[in-house]
């Protein structure tokens, strides 16, 4: 219980937590920061870690500190670029046997399957649309190893994703995390931000149901 009130309390406050960090470790946040994201996106075994939120809270930490957005995106964009080919190589390597793979805390089949329905739904460019959703962000690249995706497509669509991901939302926090209604707010925002980035995961959950329904 302590623990999952830990973690509620960094997405809730996100704005503080990075504050401190940057007090405490000045430059080395980016690096900090960009581990956060790799972890994020390369590993199927983290997929809890914030995404969204932590990019648009980093976004707006740098308009009220010293650090500089354009450095943080970009080291940020490439953090993701890298998570995504790490996460399809492991996914190549192990393959099919994933799916024999017992539930946990923090691996659950339906993640699998989730991120299948979106395969299916938009192809390839599912790599690129994953990038906005929680969950499927990090076993999209994963499945696309799995599934033997041809790698000069899926890194086109990994660094087309990450760019617009990455940038999008920093840029968005580094513009309008300072206004007063945001600040004052910051964590009904990043609230906001995890239900809106998690809504097409539960539109397409819902709809797999309602057509599962149809044919039995």
């Not at 995390?177 to 539960?202: D, H, Q, R, Y």
């Amino acid at each position: 219980m302590n623990t999952l009130k830990y973690f509620i309390d960094i997405f809730l406050h996100l704005d503080k937590h990075l504050g401190e960090i940057v007090n405490t470790y000045g430059p080395s946040t980016y690096w900090i920061l960009a581990l956060v994201i790799f972890c994020e996106t390369g590993l199927v075994v983290t997929p809890f870690l914030p995404g969204d939120s932590l990019l648009f809270a980093a976004g707006a930490i740098t308009a009220a500190t010293s650090l500089n957005v354009f450095f943080l995106a970009g080291i940020l964009t490439i953090a993701a670029i890298i998570g995504d080919a790490v996460n399809y190589q492991i996914g190549k390597a192990i393959g099919k046997k994933i799916y024999l793979k017992k539930d946990t805390w923090y691996f659950k089949q339906e993640y699998l399957h989730k991120t299948e329905r979106f395969y299916e739904k938009y192809g390839g460019k599912t790599i690129i649309i994953a990038r906005f959703v929680p969950i499927v962000r990090t076993f999209a690249p994963f499945l696309a190893g799995v599934g033997q995706m041809r790698y000069r497509y899926f890194a086109t669509y990994n660094i087309i994703g990450a760019i617009l991901w990455v940038n999008s939302l920093t840029f968005a926090g580094y513009y309008f995390g300072a206004l007063p209604i945001v600040k004052n707010n910051f964590g009904l925002v990043v609230l906001a931000i995890i239900v809106i980035s998690v809504l097409p995961a539960i539109i397409e959950i819902i709809n797999a149901k309602r057509q599962s329904l149809k044919a039995e």
